[in-house]
């Protein structure tokens, strides 16, 4: 019998529904016990986010500043696989993700396992992934393969339609926005991963080493977005390591520093984004090499 842990922690249910589609084939074979773990902070996290309450939590975020989880009891020692489920926060992995990876019952779960990872997201997650595959490494963990699945309603609206799901709770506020997260039929077809990790375990007895979804479009690479979100990932660090010098979460300070960065980001969006894309359009031929380099690393282990 081949054993399967699934980890996740959702505000949505949207990764739920994500992690359900891929596992609903292997939960239907008589060759594979499969286990789901829900993280739960022990302090839960709001849905939808009170506005400030969101910023706030900004720079314990990209810093991943692990917080209490409530205890987990897994059925099995070792596992032949490990599904992660993740959200992404402000380009990192979600809290109570990133707590979990943090803690000493990782290090023992995650040894010398294969590991699955799937993201569900508005579009920017390849800073994320670096940091999940950092932790990974650290808990001597091997990344055989990756899946993403992000907002169906493209850049431009998801800027708009995702931040208005957070804070209502609602994935359509607005008539003229269209709705916010991974389209239905995208969930749907994304059973054709767990039926390739089917077959692989129901036809090979060997420890998975290789990545069992090459070939599927399990991530496709937005190379607009790579440099965007490499410069955004360095601001991050810095406002965050400035932000948490002004103050704890709910100090007087840091709203008024998380004031300023609003704004800050806000011009940044509006005015150096755009200009900074533009350039790069212009300087594409002579970079192309290099973007297809980026692409085939940011797009390891599945590919496109």
């Known amino acids: 019998m081949r054993k399967i842990l699934t980890i ?23 060759k594979i016990s499969m286990e789901t773990i829900v993280i739960k902070p022990k302090v839960p996290f709001p849905f939808p986010w009170p506005f400030l309450k969101f910023f706030r939590i900004f720079p314990e975020t990209v810093v991943m500043e692990p917080v209490e989880l409530d205890d987990i009891t897994p059925k099995y020692e070792k596992y032949d696989l490990i599904i992660l489920t993740y959200q992404v926060w402000f380009l990192s992995p979600s809290i109570p ?19 699955v990872t799937v993201i569900g997201c508005r579009g920017m997650w390849l800073m994320a992934q670096e940091k999940v595959k950092h932790f990974l490494s650290s808990l001597n963990a091997k990344l055989v393969d990756n899946v993403v699945l992000s907002d169906d309603c493209g850049a431009f609206f998801s800027f708009l339609a995702t931040p208005l799901w957070m804070l209502t709770g609602n994935k359509k ?33 060997e420890s998975i080493q290789t990545s069992m979804l090459e070939g599927l479009g399990a991530v496709k690479i937005n190379e607009k977005l790579i440099a965007s979100e490499r410069v955004a990932n360095h601001s991050f660090n810095i ?53 297809i380099a980026q692409k085939k690393y940011y797009a390891e282990p599945s590919g496109e």
């Open 8 to 30: 996740c922690y959702t505000q949505t249910g949207q990764l739920s529904k994500i992690k359900d589609s891929i596992c609903e084939p292997l939960e239907n074979s008589d």
């Open 97 to 115: 993700i990133a707590s979990f990876l943090q803690s000493d019952q990782a290090k023992t779960l995650f040894k010398d396992t294969p590991v």
């Open 173 to 205: 506020p607005l008539s003229w926005v269209p709705p916010a997260g991974v389209g239905e039929q995208d969930i749907k077809d994304a059973k054709r991963f767990g039926e390739a990790i089917r077959t692989r375990l129901e036809t090979n007895s």
């Open 239 to 291: 406002w965050s390591k400035i932000l948490r010098k002004l103050g704890p979460q709910d100090s007087k300070r840091r709203a008024l520093g998380l004031t300023v960065y609003v704004t800050f980001l806000i011009l940044l969006i509006l005015t150096v984004v755009p200009i900074s894309a533009l350039l790069k359009k212009l300087i594409s031929p002579l970079t192309r090499k290099k973007i």
